[in-house]
């Protein structure tokens, strides 16, 4: 079944206007759409406060199907739930697009952003009206309190020049059967149930955790402008946690996401088995790995930390593009991102080209997981060159405007809980002359010699911009060797044009995208292993902790007694 | 001095079966034994500070929730969970970690910890893991706390209250009792709540409502190095109902409905049901519709209901043993032993044995608490005088011992708490002849009307001395009773001003109806399933005033159905 795809009908309706369409040709059986349709018509006609204006957009997201979540540790479930929902999101918008009440932060607890709330899953038409009616209200109010606020805020500050609030775009009509599909919870507890019984084969892991979270439903979408979209909503991510200590007494917690858009593409039983092995496994190295006082020199990021390399030096650095003004003024949190300012300038190697495709299903036949048709502002997902040889030509896009950008480029994500804003969907990152992986730990042994090191680094998950796995690659025989404890110290902007080469392979990651200030995307980054010519690593500040005082139960009996058996 | 309690080391055998019961081990409490023995026996031994007590309690949770608005279903939701609290205790009972921290470090002092879950099966291992983990974060944090409590007592002035921090209690408890979760047909009763939340549509003047079944079987195992080992459990299920509205000038206003019962069986026929929620349609309306209060001061009746929420907050609270002694407290009633605190026709007492009050179920009902101390009846006030307080295993001056009243949620330390709070009255009047007593008393005190309280809701605020002492109680319907025999009329926006104790000396008469109020209260100590009872009550003197109204204004549209698109 092909699902996280919308249905290829696009009918765009032929005008822009600021007015209810008069009735768009909606699925006739689609009790939800009718209900949505006719709450939002009655308020865009008849909502107004006192003398005040009223909205001049409006739009609702109804989200609803199964949730499930299946938690487990060391053999046993913790926790097992699977139910039904559907929640609301309304947005209002008062003003005009030139000014309204968006791209502001009022001060004050719960006083921005949309409108949420859920209602009966039971498609009753009634009740989702009810809700709708509630949720508009309330967030109508708000919004006039931020306008009049963010008006006071212009004032304050003698703004006078401004690109805009709300971009126009063309409303989409775009209808996908929805696609709910049941979990098959017994099976499931047992498949979790078994991988968090692979940490009884490791001793060193003082704690661990196994967790299943599951979505299936449909996601619809009208907005005032006559836009009105259906799709399939499906998310199944399993996530392995881990805590332990070194053996210096320093803690260390990892974890691990694994992201499926569906049930087809999870991997047999075998192979999760032996990725949670796999996992487990790097864990135990990081405890018997040894620090570093002080190293300068090459590192390759490689697989997941190549991802997150490029995610925190280019991703972080052009989402969001417009900021938002912030009434408290005391955090930047919302400030506009540092490159913004670069565009058309270097901000890589010339040899490196990035591209944000949210169109493309898969990668070398994996499912990328930023994979989307309509962003959440129902405006048709793009692919979006960022950067050309080297040179930042694109920014995440959604209906905010800049002054460099007036439209949207379909970027427009959040995720259910927040304001939409210009985020990533699939970033792919390619080089004009890769070289074989093994080519590139040589290159990185042949400068270690030169520089006089014994040994290189390749760090292969970061947080952040922590290394979490990181190796020593020996320089004189490529040996490898675990390192725990180490931080970078001072990266800067320096080391996208400090890369020296890039590997043939590439590896997909898909992750769960936060960024400042902003609520989590799905995201896929696309990368290839990378070589940077010079970085600063350091042990780390972190202070060691006491050992348990007793040892692990099952271990201590496990030695005295090698019956007890292994589920 | 250095007190070491024994150990028992258990097998992990079947000895709380029931003598004739078929004997099935259960792997949870034995796992709990196995960690807790091995736990203690190495720790004890350790460099630092001893470890001279530990409990493991594990509190399982089962349950359902179905909810419904407008005749449609918002909620299907099961759940179950497990739950481990660790209680360890370092140094030794005259003075250990967890003796209160004053001055200018009190401020981080919270009892406050993680809630921790658990697997939900039986597998000792997985358990075992667990308990290993939570023991060693609780014993190192132990320790740094009695670090600090020691140089807390050499730097801070001596306390008032030197009542060494553990009690010395009798027989540790081994006891078992399994509730059965019941069997419940899912689909029937969710048909029924979405039935009961239809009958709120087509009310213009409703801007929310809903109705709810809820039920929740807790399962608690407890097992201490004291020897104690026992396994306990409650049903809780609940029927209910809520309406809200708000008025043009921005008050909130709502009903709100519950039918606590532990059988399906006990619960209140359809046309019961039908009857209170049509009454609280019309009180809904009769109170969007009322005028605003003026200040008052003059005799009221609290009504049973009413007037039990109201000695919970107010009294009920203010005699919770460590508030006789936390230095932060207010401690109103510390030095009140032995004199008049209620009218003396007045005795209450606390009773989590009792299991229903006069046939009704009682919320507040358990056998032991959660410091494995079998519940107790304790006599507070006996015909007006205060005698006792609610006791856990903190001991203050004059009460060196628990009297089963140490109580919490999972993930919080335990204090001591209300179970069922019983007032009752030597002297008692039908209420039809209560309301004539206050009628006359308006002609004494030369007052133009008096106010009935039918519903009052309690809200847990603060009783430290920093702050106003008040476990605040809010009043949700009222009533004016004019002296000359006009019909009673509705007020809302009413706010009892100051701290109302004083109205418990001015308790004139009682009525011969005791009624039973069932919810949770929220403490220090998380939320607790509690009960209260008491007739109905006039009262010579109550205060009160217009409350600070919300600044939200009603919706601007009315609700969709009926309005024209």
């Excluded at chain 1, 600021?18 to 308020?43: I, K, T, W």
């Excluded at chain 1, 400030?335 to 591209?355: I, K, T």
Aim: net charge neutral.
């Amino acid at each position: 079944m092909r699902r996280f795809r919308w249905g290829m009908i696009a009918v765009y309706a032929l005008w822009l206007g600021s007015a209810f369409p008069a009735r768009a040709a909606l699925p006739s059986d689609d009790v939800v759409f009718r209900s949505m349709r006719d709450e939002m018509g009655r308020n865009m006609r008849r909502l107004r406060m006192d003398d005040l204006p009223g909205p001049y957009y409006l739009a609702y997201t109804v989200r609803e199907g199964t949730q499930a979540f299946i938690t487990a540790s060391f053999g046993a479930l913790e926790g097992s739930q699977a139910s039904p929902f559907l929640e609301a999101r309304v947005q209002v918008r008062v003003g005009d697009d030139s000014f309204d009440n968006t791209n502001f932060v009022p001060a004050g607890f719960g006083s921005g952003g949309p409108g949420l709330g859920s209602a009966s899953f039971e498609d009753d038409y009634d009740n989702l009206r009810f809700s709708l009616w509630s949720l508009t209200d309330d967030t109508y109010k708000n919004a006039l309190e931020a306008f009049a606020k963010k008006k006071a805020f212009r004032e304050r500050h003698r703004i006078m020049e401004s690109p805009g609030d709300f971009s126009r775009e063309q409303p989409v009509e775009r209808y996908e059967p929805s696609a709910w599909v049941p979990i098959d919870r017994g099976l499931w507890e047992r498949r979790v149930r078994e991988l968090s019984a692979v940490f009884r084969d490791y001793p060193d892991i003082q704690d661990s955790r196994v967790e299943l979270s599951f979505v299936s439903g449909t996601r619809r979408f009208i907005s005032s402008e006559g836009s009105v979209v259906r799709g399939s909503d499906a998310q199944i991510s399993i996530g392995v946690t881990a805590n332990t200590q070194g053996k210096d007494g320093l803690r260390f917690g990892d974890s691990e996401g694994l992201h499926y858009p569906s049930w087809a593409d999870v991997p047999a039983q075998g192979a999760l088995l032996a990725e949670v092995r796999r996992f487990a496994r790097g864990v135990v190295d990081v405890v018997h790995g040894s620090t570093v006082e002080a190293y300068v020199g090459p590192v390759i990021f490689e697989g997941e930390a190549a991802a997150e390399f490029f995610d925190v030096q280019l991703v972080d650095n052009i989402s969001n593009p417009r900021g938002s003004w912030d009434e408290d003024e005391n955090s930047h949190v919302f400030d506009p991102p540092p490159f913004v300012s670069r565009l058309g300038m270097r901000v890589a190697v010339p040899w490196l080209s990035f591209v944000d495709d949210p169109l493309l299903e898969r990668y070398d036949g994996v499912p990328l997981f930023g994979h989307y048709m309509i962003d959440d502002e129902g405006v048709p997902a793009q692919r979006l060159e960022l950067v050309r040889k080297g040179k930042l030509v694109g920014l995440y896009m959604s209906r905010a405007p800049i002054r460099e950008f007036k439209h949207s480029n379909g970027h427009g994500r959040s995720a259910f809980v927040g304001e939409p804003s210009g985020r990533m969907g699939n970033l792919i990152v390619t080089p004009e002359k890769p070289v074989p992986l093994s080519e590139l730990k040589d290159r990185m042994r042949a400068m270690c010699r030169e520089l006089e090191l014994d040994y290189g680094i390749v760090v292969r998950e970061m947080g952040g911009l922590t290394p979490v796995r990181a190796y020593k690659v020996y320089a004189a025989d490529g040996r490898e060797e675990p390192l725990a404890g180490v931080e970078f110290v001072g990266a800067g902007f320096r080391p996208l044009r400090d890369i020296v080469a890039a590997s043939k392979e590439r590896y997909v990651f898909n992750f769960l995208h936060g960024s400042n200030g902003r609520t989590v995307v799905p995201a896929s980054i696309v990368a290839p292993a990378i070589l940077v010519q010079e970085m600063e690593l350091r042990k780390t500040e972190r202070k060691p902790e006491r050992m348990p005082y007793l040892e692990h139960p099952y271990f201590v009996e496990k030695g005295r007694d090698q019956r007890i058996p292994v589920r | 001095m250095k007190t070491r309690h024994g150990v028992s080391v258990f097998a992990a055998a079947c000895f709380l079966c029931p003598q004739t019961a078929r004997c099935v081990p259960d792997p949870v409490l034995a796992a709990m034994q196995e960690e807790l023995s091995r736990s203690f026996s190495q720790l004890g031994r350790s460099d630092t500070a001893p470890l001279y007590y530990l409990d493991y309690e594990v509190t399982d949770s089962t349950g359902l929730w179905l909810g419904a608005s407008l005749g449609a279903l918002e909620a299907d939701v099961q759940n179950s969970s497990r739950h481990l609290d660790t209680d360890v205790r370092v140094g030794s009972p005259q003075l250990d970690n967890t003796h209160e921290i004053k001055g200018r470090d009190s401020w981080m002092d919270s009892s406050q910890r993680a809630k921790v879950r658990i697997p939900i099966e039986g597998d000792v291992p997985a358990l075992r893991a667990a308990m290993w983990q939570q023991t060693d974060a609780g014993f190192k944090s132990a320790l740094e706390r009695y670090t600090k409590v020691k140089t807390n007592r050499a730097v801070t002035a001596a306390e008032e209250d030197r009542s060494p921090d553990f009690s010395q209690e009798g027989v540790p408890a081994r006891h078992s009792d399994v509730v059965e979760y019941p069997q419940i047909d899912q689909k029937l009763w969710a048909s029924r709540v979405k039935v009961y939340s239809a009958r709120f549509k087509d009310l213009p003047f409703v801007f929310d409502s809903g109705a709810g079944m809820e039920v929740n079987l807790v399962d608690r195992r407890f097992v201490s190095s004291e020897g104690a080992a026992l396994r306990t459990g409650n049903l809780y299920i609940r029927l209910s109902y809520r309406l809200s509205s708000r008025t043009m000038d921005g008050m909130d206003l709502y009903r709100f409905k519950g039918y606590d019962v532990d059988r399906l069986s006990d619960l209140p026929s359809d046309e019961t049901i039908r009857r209170d929620m049509g009454q609280s349609i019309a009180e809904l309306k009769a109170l969007r519709d009322a005028p605003l209060i003026e200040p008052y001061a003059g005799p009221v009746i609290l009504k049973n209901r009413a007037a039990a929420v109201f000695f919970h907050e107010i009294f009920g609270h203010r005699v919770e043993g460590q508030r006789q002694k936390k230095e932060s407290e207010g401690q109103t009633f510390t030095k009140k032993l032995g004199q008049p605190v209620v009218s003396s026709f007045i005795s209450v007492y606390d009773d989590p044995t009792l299991e229903r009050f006069r046939g009704t179920f009682l919320r507040g009902a358990y056998r032991y608490d959660d410091e494995g101390i079998p519940a107790q009846r304790v006599a507070l006030v006996e015909g007006g005088i205060l005698r006792n307080f609610l006791m856990n295993r903190m001991p203050i001056r004059g009460f060196p011992r628990s009297n089963g009243h140490g109580r919490r949620e999972p993930g919080h330390a335990t204090v001591a708490r209300m179970g069922s709070i019983i007032v009752e009255a030597s002297q008692a009047v039908p209420y039809a002849q209560l309301r004539r007593m206050l009628v006359e008393e308006l002609a004494r005190q030369k007052k133009s009307y008096g106010l009935v309280f039918d519903d009052i809701s309690g809200g847990y605020t603060m009783t430290g001395r920093g702050s106003a002492q008040a476990f605040k109680v809010q009043p949700l319907l009222v009533y004016k009773v004019y002296a000359d025999g006009r019909p009673d009329e509705v007020v809302r926006g009413v706010d009892i001003v100051g701290t109302p104790i004083a109205g418990f000396m001015k308790i004139l008469a009682a009525g011969d109806d005791p009624a039973v109020f069932n919810g949770t209260c929220g403490a220090e100590s998380g939320g607790v399933p509690v009960s209260a009872v008491s007739p109905s009550l006039l009262i010579s003197e109550m205060e009160v005033e217009k409350v600070a109204k919300s600044q939200s204004k009603p919706p601007i549209l009315p609700p969709p159905y009926g309005d024209k698109p």
